[in-house]
């Protein structure tokens, strides 16, 4: 227990003088080291590593990235990698509401495709770090259907936690049912009531009761006239609760100013979730994936940054075989696989969902050991291309 611990602790310092040399100037700046830094460390290693560089060098360096992101895309991957998801998310939505013109897309973002429990954990973050209340700050900045809309999915995080009651999904589904169709005018008030009183995960469940009860989503339903502005407002939230990938995805698709943000945040903080789906609805739509999107959108500049960039959005799982990287350490470490047992965050989902990257330190020495280099070789090769010459990428190929 203590050589690992030791063994966590020299890893850890070795990760900061990467970062100092890069961060500073003053040493050799190794891309490869860096792009394996931001996909293997997971957010408590990353506070560790805080830590570890702020008593080696005296500084805090999510500062030191925050202070230089603005134009450089390696280091604002590297601040949303670093910082506290919670903390993060909570100062998206400060910059999307006083950063300029409101951002009601990235604020609908967040509001709609946290869970409940994270979204009041982010409400919590931003009262501590900017001393003000995020529902009143959205009152104060945001005017029109899109404010009651907004309000009503952070207040529903006040009941999360709790089992899923689809008895209670079927009245609600009911309910808004009743508030669409019984009249010559939608219920505004009732659908916003139902959206601010059931937190997320009940009201994913009473839009699956409404389209068993009624044969058609309840966003379809809002299509109707009657409904006018706060009905298209409606459906853009209720369909990126129900299909956050196909929210994400439309949001890739559109070529603004903010393409490359949009497109680093998504990656960051999907990675581990549901970046699979993304790329797939993504590829539905375009013909192309987001690895393709990746490599156009950084790999036209010889810009080391962007290399660096690119390198860890594609090696954070853009295309990457879970299945092939599963056979793989079967076959590489068949002695020692018990060992994963011990990775707290290692898990393989069977069915195309995400592999979850953390520092393979963090297994026994003798399984480090046994699957280090093929690893390695599976997960970052493809992240690590574009850091290649050309000469390199055709003896990989082969």
Known sequence: MASSSFQNTEQYELDSQILHYYLSGNGPINSRKLVEIFIFRSSHEFKLIRQTYAALYGQNVLHLFSDIQRNNPFARAAYLRMIDPQERDAEIMRNSLFGGSVNLSTLIEIACTRPSSELHCIKQTYRSKYNSDLEQDITNKISGGFKEILLAVLKSCRSYGGKVDMSRAMCDAKTLYEAVGSGRTVDQKTIVSVLSQRNIGQVKAILVSYKQLYGHEFSKSMKQSKCGQFGIEVRIVVRCMQNPEKFFAKQLR???????????????????????????????KTGSSLENLVRREFNNSKDKCNEIAAGILIGLGLCLNDQLQYQTLKETAPVNLSAMNRFSRLQILHKGKTLCREKRADLSLQYEQAISTQWFLSCIIIGFRLLLPDSDKVLLKS
Request: glycine letters at 0%; a negative charge.
């Open 254 to 284: 559109m070529r603004n100013a903010d393409a490359r943000e949009i497109l680093i945040r998504t990656v960051i903080t999907r990675s581990e979730i549901d970046i699979k789906d993304i790329n797939e609805a993504f590829a539905a």
